[in-house]
Nanobody
Framework: QVQLVESGGGLVQAGGSLRLSCAASGRTFNSYGMGWFRQAPGKEREFVAAISWNGGGTKYADSVKGRFTISRDNAKNAGYLQMNSLLPEDTAVYYC?????????????????WGQGTQVTVSS
């Protein structure tokens, strides 16, 4: 199983940008698909973005398309989520996840390893 640690969260004004990072350790990172999910207070965890094992395939939630970009660097055992044009409704705890499926997955049930989360707060 791979271990994941997120970083890069923080407080930003609406319209601003943040870049989240996910550091992986343990088993071979490039054998896993990767994804980002988020959970706002009082809401269920929701899918944000996913990327295949080699970065060749990506998927995004409609709410973030055109604003967020997921990427990965297998040589560094790292994944990233570039978030631009942030909105107050993007406020949530963001989780990095790894999947035994090598393709880009959207269901949380397809992910086997999870990080502890990083808080993103967007002020209006």
């Amino acid at each position: 199983q791979v271990q994941l640690v997120e970083s890069g969260g923080g407080l930003v004004q609406a319209g601003g940008s943040l870049r989240l990072s996910c550091a992986a350790s343990g088993r071979t990172f490039n054998s896993y698909g990767m994804g980002w999910f988020r959970q706002a207070p009082g809401k269920e965890r929701e899918f944000v973005a996913a990327i295949s094992w080699n970065g060749g395939g990506t998927k995004y939630a409609d709410s973030v398309k055109g604003r967020f970009t997921i990427s990965r660097d297998n040589a560094k055992n790292a994944g990233y989520l570039q978030m631009n044009s942030l909105l107050p409704e993007d406020t949530a705890v963001y989780y990095c996840a790894a999947s035994y499926y090598m393709s880009a997955r959207v269901s949380s049930g397809d992910f086997n390893s999870w990080g502890q989360g990083t808080q993103v707060t967007v002020s209006s």
